[in-house]
T-cell receptor, first 117, second 113 residues
Framework: DSGVTQTPKHLITATGQRVTLRCSPRSGDLSVYWYQQSLDQGLQFLIQYYNGEERAKGNILERFSAQQFPDLHSELNLSSLELGDSALYFC????????????????FGPGTRLTVL | TQLLEQSPQFLSIQEGENLTVYCNSSSVFSSLQWYRQEPGEGPVLLVTVVTGGEVKKLKRLTFQFGDARKDSSLHITAAQPGDTGLYLCAGPGEAGGYNKLIFGAGTRLAVHP
């Protein structure tokens, strides 16, 4: 158990809908990262938050957005869903960001499996 | 653009065999990490290598970081079915890049009893 929790575990929805994925980082971790993993694309970095602020963006679609709340939990919002958005979505956390990071070792949650029908 | 290439993509072996998987890049990485991911689960960090030429051992797993810090290998001795999973290497992204990790596509290992 990494200490990172994600809900829900599974999500089935229809095209055009909007969903919210939730992540709680390990106790004390300030950085939260979101990744998408699909069979043909591997593990792709989406976005990072540090202590409530966005710090880095990867290949995140404009239909997707995220935020980190004062209690450090994070939510990933996916809207206007398409069939191709079906994937595993992982949240990871790490203690710090930047030069103070111990090589940016990240601890992953169990993921949310999103199926868009 | 920093890329990490892993080989082989797939490996199917019998219990007790030895194997090596590779992680290569044309870019220098300040460190590399290895993760193992089991079906339906998130990746779990196995080790971080930092110094060129460094060798780290974790029971039957031996990790090596290349002298030039552009490549790494994972060697498993006497593989067991419990070693089955997806092995991913990852390194810090560029441009101030302790912000994200760059992942390789992974080596999917199946160890048969």
């Amino acid at each position: 158990d990494s200490g990172v929790t994600q809900t829900p575990k599974h999500l089935i929805t229809a095209t055009g809908q909007r969903v919210t994925l939730r992540c709680s980082p390990r106790s004390g971790d300030l950085s939260v990262y979101w990744y998408q993993q699909s069979l043909d694309q591997g593990l792709q970095f989406l976005i990072q938050y540090y202590n409530g602020e966005e710090r880095a963006k990867g290949n995140i679609l404009e239909r997707f957005s995220a935020q980190q709340f004062p209690d450090l939990h994070s939510e990933l919002n996916l809207s206007s869903l398409e069939l191709g958005d079906s994937a595993l979505y992982f949240c990871a956390s790490s203690p710090v960001w930047g030069d103070f990071s111990s090589y940016n070792e990240q601890f992953f949650g169990p993921g949310t499996r999103l199926t868009v029908l | 653009t920093q890329l990490l290439e892993q080989s082989p993509q797939f490996l199917s072996i019998q219990e007790g065999e030895n194997l090596t998987v590779y992680c290569n890049s044309s870019s220098v990485f300040s460190s590399l990490q290895w993760y193992r991911q089991e079906p339906g689960e998130g990746p779990v960090l196995l080790v971080t290598v930092v110094t060129g030429g460094e060798v780290k051992k974790l029971k039957r797993l031996t990790f090596q970081f290349g002298d030039a810090r552009k490549d790494s290998s994972l060697h498993i001795t006497a593989a067991q079915p419990g070693d089955t999973g997806l092995y991913l290497c990852a390194g810090p992204g560029e441009a101030g890049g302790y912000n994200k990790l760059i992942f390789g596509a992974g080596t999917r290992l199946a160890v048969h009893p």
